[in-house]
């Protein structure tokens, strides 16, 4: 109940009682979801299912926590007072199965797809409660287009910026101050570079020795971009670029695991590149 009160665009909004700090207003689903705590051990299991529901739908889809929370309501509710009635609780389940996939099926076939500026700003503005960062999210879309990655961060200062950032950007900097470019704003740039994408350690100088001597043939600078770069094949880099025989800047590659996989395959696309691995 304290959750579908904000359901659509004229959903109210709900007061969180903090423990430390002032009170939080929200009209988030799943926000208000994770801050209900009961006392009865049986209600609480109820609600860490009601509230997995919430989350599992905000990983997915972003949105629509309200519509699922009084969506898993309604099951339950309605469950309860069949089975109460005697009805089977597995063929209940069954029932259920089906209704969804006819509901999934008719809700497809009646969507329409979000397509002009305007609807995205109706769209967003809707979601976010506010015309203006609506606006601002339709605009960003119009820019970076439909595969292009839009990343919301927290300013120190006030009011809404929006910042285009051509080609690909993550959260990773040269690995050694010696590849420092511009001493006065500690940056490392480098011109049209050789781009080397490794998805393991380069540590040895072996491995980079054949590459190096095209990469001084060809008199640009080299970029690369690897799980980790140590030891001699760090200084060897570190060394010529001091030596002024060619530039270089070694940057860890973001993320970990599988992730980092894919971000160095996204890379290699937007490059028109390969990422050199232990498979390849």
Known sequence: DAVKVTLGPKGRNV??????????????????????????PYEKIGAELVKEVAKKTDDVAGDGTTTATVLAQALVKEG??????????????????????????????SAKEVETKE?????????????????????AMDKVGNEGVITVEESNTFGLQLELTE???????????????DAERQEAVL?????????????????LLPLLEKVIQGGKPLLIIAEDVEGEALSTLVVNKIRGTF???AVKAPGFGDRRKAMLQDMAILTGGQVISEEV
């Open 15 to 40: 007061v969180l009682e903090k423990k430390w700090g002032a009170p939080t207003i929200t009209n988030d689903g799943v926000s208000i979801a994770k801050e209900i705590e009961l006392e009865d």
């Open 80 to 109: 309860l007072r069949n089975v109460a009635a005697g009805a089977n609780p597995l063929g209940l389940k069954r029932g259920i199965e089906k209704a969804v996939e006819k509901v999934t099926e008719t809700l497809l076939k």
């Open 119 to 139: 609807q995205i700003a109706a769209t967003a503005a809707i979601s976010a409660g506010d015309q203006s960062i609506g606006d601002l999210i339709a605009e």
């Open 167 to 181: 080609g690909m950007r993550f959260d990773k900097g040269y690995i050694s101050g010696y590849f420092v470019t």
């Open 191 to 207: 011109e049209d570079p050789y781009i080397l994408l490794v998805s393991s350690k380069v540590s040895t100088v072996k491995d």
């Open 247 to 249: 530039k270089s800047v």
